[in-house]
């Protein structure tokens, strides 16, 4: 009754080839359906013969339909047979790559706006305010066959406020009728037309007549779409079993992909409950958020698997797969099932064991810390040949990228095991942050992604109580690496206003991640874990099952303070830190005259101090910030620390007790607070002096925080080169692992900003110099670890990786020949001893310094290593040659999906651009390819922008910059952000090798005559 009449409108426009092109290929058999054909060849003009001709093809391959639409028909999902195929689904009207136009929209609506001098709602890039989605009931008949699926949706909407028009999202689907009725009156309203509009990717319905404030309706949706073959919405992978392909149906909907599945309304803030029904060949099954309820089988090999109705939730974390992975599983103490799923060799391998185990102690341990249950009866983690991302948190029902959930315990080194664990524990987190309290709006992504990625050491910790995961491996892990990014002019606020579902994407970056993180991290030290943990509590408490925004968490982080008798408001605070882009450097200086006075400023830190000055906003009160600085006063045997400072001037003058001729001044106790500490040169040589005579008495956070404060101050032109390589020389007796890995990746940009220049081996030198000792005295690793012994000598086995990485990377002899006479030793024996925790060290140095039959034997290795962590670091280690020859001819493999994984292919290409041989050719390749590249991962998160700087970030010439310009130039569309930072970083790395680069040569050369 309603399709034919929409049908006819929708088909009315622009799109009536596709339509006709649909059609033809889906001829029906009844007479309703026969009707539509006759009123859209009569409307379309199209011969009455050619429709013929397409239905006797039809009949003559005795295709049989009875899709969805079907089971509309009749009102039953059971009676969705999908035993046919779908080819007309191939044809459906995509609107990807159609010029955006209105060309959809049906007459006469767009003239009515203009008359009433308002743009239609459907033009808004928000979902217009007057209807709420209550209940989706979900039909779904996959296709794995040919990639296509089906789908009945009807959704419950409230109307809020009378309207005309119902818009939701929906993209990439193909609609095919729409019906709406009345709720409880069961009285049909008339839809007069329906449209897509893909500018905004909504998708309207017209009614012949207002929909009721206050009153609710069903709305009912037939559509059909392909099961893609990108890694959005719904989509397929594959994978090879016994020699056969295998493939797999998995969802992707966050941020907005949900729309690509099946309409709906897919904003978080619309959270509904949704009851899921997949019909599928019984030779797969079909997995959601929820348990399955009940499944019904048919005579001709299908099942309808009917899940249980799911909790209040909005659409970004709903999915679904429908694969023949097997699986294991566990129980909490709760009673929460826990099953992993895998291919079935991965699962017989026990390779899903370790993921499977730490999950069920996650739970509790999440259970106990937030003292809100876990909301739903089960947990299913699905390792996929092939995701977008690491993992998504889909409630229920998260999705992990093999790489990053299979552990093979006799192949893995611990950077892999620690990998897997953090992001299970990230995606964990989420289940509680992101899923039960889900954020209002995409501006606060980083209120889940912050804490999620902050709770990543929380969990670790609780795991592997000895790592200190938390107040060590965050700093340098997170807070150095996102104080790089932050401290470009180019940088922006972590909350972020967004609207555009194509801008959406953006906000999920390093920055909303790992500053979220850091951020979170400063606000529970200074509210103190306690309270902070309380403040959790009752914010979970308060919002389950909701959305909230950050002055919710502020106001009660805020109640939790007064609690325990504190009055801090949390939200004026934090509004600097969170609205504000970039960090402040604080500058501690000592009053020669006055003793115990320090005078104390701040100001915004910055790599590039030209950048600064195009800065869009010079004039205003921003850049100032409450800092929360702690400052510790010692001596040659002991340190006292005082309370917190609150510095929120440009510049004050604080006196600190106990400051005499001989004691020095250490700001931000452990690292803590998010911004960096300078000091006058004095008291800089009084705190090196302290670290050559004892450096145990500045704590291990503090040692590391040193290194990578002086390092980047010294890189932003606020200090003197030499500064930081003069720190780095107690290091000979560092025994703990975090200073030398503070080291090591502070040394990574220098060096590389040194790698091309012909005095590059004074650098290289000096370095090896304060390596030396340390790799002698602790040597390499023997290959019988096993796994609890791993965990008891973390730290060691973490710190001799580092020092042998170091020592191969600057060319220690030994280290060299250790590293060939291993490879070797493998090739000679087809025997791996190499230890498992260097063997990416060992893989590169031998490719790097052996001919090119190591490079065709670790080439080899890759391709028939079937464990995931051994073939990602072969793969890496291919990129290590000096040989350009063979660095091209990875770069051409590794656009080739059948030899390199996708999201692999970036890591070669990154790989190329950090070895100084290689860097040309991965910037040439980058940009002969962009196209390809752009349109590859251009709509998933971080790829791009991770391609992008990891080939741009260590160019360093004027003329390197100059092509980048004019590549830019020649490139306008998308990706803007990611290239206007690396212009930045360019430009201040061109900018470092004119202003300092002979500075710090000059001092080299002395230090080492000396
Ligand atoms: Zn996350």
């Known amino acids: 009754m309603i399709e034919e009449d929409a049908a006819l409108r929708n088909g009315s426009r622009g799109l009536s080839g596709q339509w006709a092109d649909a059609v033809g290929v889906r001829p029906r058999t009844t007479e309703r ?65 159609e010029p955006p136009g209105r060309q959809e929209e049906a007459p ?54 009378a309207s005309r028009y119902i818009v939701l999202h929906a993209h ?14 069961s009285g049909a309203v008339r839809v007069s037309s329906f449209f897509l509009y893909p500018p905004n990717q909504v998708f309207v319905v017209v009614l012949n007549r207002s929909l009721e404030a206050q009153r609710s309706y069903n709305l009912k949706i037939i559509y059909s779409a392909l099961i893609e073959n990108e890694l959005l919405g719904f989509f397929r992978s594959s994978y090879v079993l016994h020699g056969e392909r295998r493939f797999l149906g998995v969802t992707q909907f966050s941020p907005t992909h949900a729309r690509k599945a099946f309409p709906c309304f897919d904003e978080p803030i619309y959270k509904a409950t949704f009851k899921i029904s997949i019909k599928h060949q019984a030779t797969y099954l079909s997995l959601s958020n929820m348990p399955v309820e009940t499944s019904v089988f048919e005579e001709d090999g299908w099942v309808t698997d009917h899940f249980s109705q799911t909790p209040l939730m909005s659409t970004y974390y709903l999915a679904w797969a429908v694969c023949n992975f097997t699986y294991r599983e566990t129980t909490t103490k709760n009673g929460v099932v826990v099953r992993l799923y895998a291919r079935p060799d991965a699962i017989r391998r026990g390779s899903g064991d370790y993921a499977l185990n730490i999950t069920r102690r996650l739970i509790e341990f999440y259970e106990d810390y937030f003292k809100v249950p876990y909301s739903l009866p089960k947990l299913d983690l699905l390792a996929v040949p092939k995701h977008p991302y690491a993992a998504m948190e889909n409630w229920g029902l998260s999705v992990f990228v093999e790489q990053r959930i299979l552990l093979d315990p006799s192949i893995s080194s611990i950077s892999y095991l620690l990998d897997v664990t953090m992001v299970i524990v990230h995606e964990l987190c989420h289940q509680w942050f992101g899923d039960l309290v889900t954020p209002v709006w995409w501006e606060d992504v980083w209120l889940k992604e912050g804490f999620a990625h902050y709770f990543e050491f929380v969990g670790t910790d609780y795991l592997y109580p000895g790592w200190n995961m938390e107040k060590q491996r965050f700093l340098t892990d997170v807070l150095h690496e996102v104080m790089l990014l932050d401290g470009l002019a180019s940088s922006h606020p972590v909350s972020q206003e967004v609207q555009r579902a194509t801008d959406i994407d953006r906000v999920f970056d390093w920055i909303a991640y790992k500053k979220g993180a850091a951020l979170i991290r400063m606000l529970a030290n200074f509210m103190g874990h306690s309270v902070f943990q309380m403040g959790l509590q009752d914010y979970l408490t308060i919002h389950k099952y909701g959305n909230a925004a950050r002055n919710d968490l502020w106001n009660t982080l805020s109640e939790a303070l007064k609690k325990v008798g504190k009055f801090v408001n949390i939200q004026e605070v934090m509004d600097q830190w969170t609205l504000q882009m970039g960090y402040p450097v604080i500058t501690i200086m000592r009053n020669e005259t006055a003793g115990n006075i320090v005078g104390i400023s701040q100001e915004h830190f910055i790599y590039d101090i030209d950048a600064k000055t195009t800065d869009p906003d010079p004039g205003s009160n921003s850049y100032l910030w409450q800092i929360p600085l702690t400052i510790a006063v010692g001596n040659t045997s002991h340190i006292s620390s005082e309370a917190i400072i609150w510095v929120s001037n440009k510049s004050e003058h604080h006196r600190i007790a106990a400051l005499d001729e001989t004691s020095w001044l250490l700001g931000n106790i452990n690292q803590t607070g998010y911004f960096r500490v300078n000091y006058d040169i004095r008291n800089w040589r009084l705190l090196i002096d302290q670290l050559m005579r004892n450096h145990e008495v500045i704590s291990v956070s503090n040692r590391a925080g040193l290194i990578d404060d002086a390092f980047n101050l010294a890189r932003a032109g606020y200090l003197p080169q030499n500064i930081p390589l003069e720190i780095i020389r107690y290091l000979s007796e560092e025994k703990d692992f975090l200073p030398w890995h503070a080291a090591s990746r502070a040394l990574y940009p220098l060096d590389k900003l040194l790698d091309r220049t012909e005095n590059y081996n004074i650098f290289n030198e000096y370095i090896l110099k304060q390596v030396a000792t340390m790799y002698l005295k602790l040597g390499w690793p023997t290959n019988n670890l096993n796994r609890s012994l791993v965990q008891a000598a973390y730290q060691h086995e973490e710190l001799r990786r580092e020092v042998i990485m170091l020592a191969c990377s600057f060319g220690n002899k030994h280290c060299h020949q250790q590293a060939a006479t291993l490879i070797s030793d493998w090739i000679s024996s087809n025997r791996n001893r190499i230890p498992l925790n260097v063997r990416d060290v060992v893989y590169c ?19 028939s290593t079937t464990a995931v962590s051994e073939k990602k670091i072969l793969l890496e280690a291919l990129t290590c040659s000096d040989d350009r020859n063979l660095l091209n001819r990875l770069l051409n493999l590794s656009l080739n999906s059948e030899v390199v994984l996708d999201q692999d292919a970036i890591d ?17 390749f980058f940009r002969e390819k962009w196209k390809i590249l752009n349109a590859r991962y251009g709509e998933a998160l971080f790829m791009n922008s991770k391609l992008i700087s990891g080939v741009t970030e260590f160019l360093n010439t004027e ?5 980048l310009k004019n590549f830019i130039k020649s490139y306008k569309e998308g990706a803007a952000s990611s290239f206007s930072r690396a212009v930045e970083t360019v430009e201040a790395n061109v900018r470092w090798q004119m202003l300092y680069k002979e500075e710090l040569f000059q001092w080299l050369r002395k230090s080492l005559t000396h």
């Open 908 to 924: 070669v290409i990154i790989h190329v651009a950090r070895n100084p041989h290689g860097r040309d050719l991965a910037w040439k």
């Open 959 to 963: 003329e390197e910059l100059n092509e």
């Open 33 to 97: 359906h026969i009707t539509v054909h006759k009123r859209l060849v009569l409307g379309f003009a199209i011969s009455i013969l050619a429709l013929l001709v397409v239905t006797m093809i039809a009949v003559l391959l005795s295709v049989r339909f009875e899709e969805c639409s079907t089971a509309a028909a009749a009102d039953s999902p059971a009676r969705a047979s999908g035993n046919g195929s779908l080819p007309g689904a191939a044809r459906l009207n995509h609107d990807a790559g």
């Open 172 to 185: 990439r689907v193909h609609i095919e009728a729409v019906q709406v009725a009345e709720d409880k009156l």
């Open 108 to 161: 006469g609506e767009e003239e009515e706006w203009q008359r009433r001098r308002q743009p239609p709602p459907w033009t808004q890039l928000r979902l217009p305010r007057h209807l709420r989605p209550l209940h989706y009931n979900l039909m779904l008949s996959a296709f794995m066959e040919n990639f296509t699926f089906c789908g009945e949706v009807n959704v419950q909407i409230e109307c809020l406020n």
């Open 845 to 863: 140095t031998g490719v790097s310094l052996m001919d090119e039959d190591v490079w065709e034997f670790i080439w080899m290795k890759f391709h």
